[in-house]
């Protein structure tokens, strides 16, 4: 199949989908329907890692969900992301073996556009980081029950190539990490060894679950 071929389907395989969840949001609104529901809500499994650059290491995140409400008038949503806590390893100076287990607190809805031509989708989440296990040199290292970002990380992530939002697929993003605080003697550490920006995520969303 000639390329510019396959790139007008996959399109309007997308526009399809994004059509047929509106449609379903506006036969829910109708008047005389068994339900007053006007927003369409679905929920989706959620997998996926994050590149934290300064450190130079990859967290594995998930399996988690994302349930999302959306106006099928606007293509405004808004959703919930939720993530299990994930624990990964790098080495501090190239030498030093570090394992720090990281929770993830919503700080706000997760709010978004689904563009209702296209399909594509834009999100915004504010997500407070907040580090509940850390181990140097194979030695715990007490942090606390508060030692957490100062402020809110957030996180813009975009639809990728073949993204559907019936069928799911991978959202993307960079973003900022700012400095932590109440970690106790090991702020200092925390500070000089994670904040900093050009951090990536990469989500992968399964097929979506519907009502």
């Known amino acids: 199949m000639p390329r510019g071929l396959r790139s007008v389907r996959a399109r309007q395989a997308a526009v399809s989908g994004a059509a047929t969840l509106v449609a ?16 369409v809500h679905a929920k989706y499994k959620v997998t996926g890692s994050t590149f934290i650059k300064k450190p130079n290491f990859t967290l594995p995140l998930g399996p988690g969900t994302l349930a999302a409400d959306l106006n099928p008038s606007t293509g405004n949503l808004k ?52 580090i509940v296990s850390l181990s140097v040199a194979g030695v715990n290292v007490p942090v606390g029950d508060s030692c957490q970002t100062s402020s809110p990380v957030v996180v813009t992530v975009k639809s990728q190539k073949g993204f ?21 003697l090991a702020t200092a550490l925390i500070n000089l060894t994670i904040p900093g920006s050009g951090n990536t995520i990469t989500l992968t969303l399964g097929k979506a679950k519907l009502g």
């Open 79 to 130: 959703a919930t992301l939720t993530l299990p806590d994930a624990t990964g390893s790098f080495l501090q100076f190239g030498v030093i073996p570090v394992t720090a287990t990281t929770r993830f607190i919503n700080a706000a809805p997760t709010t978004g556009k689904l563009n209702l031509n296209t399909g594509a989708v834009t999100t915004t989440s504010k997500i407070t980081l907040r």
């Open 24 to 39: 379903g949001g506006m036969l829910l609104a109708m008047p005389g329907a068994a339900s007053a529901v006007t927003h």
């Open 164 to 184: 559907n939002i019936l069928k799911g697929g991978q959202l993307a993003g960079s973003y900022t990490i700012g400095n932590f605080q109440d970690c106790k």
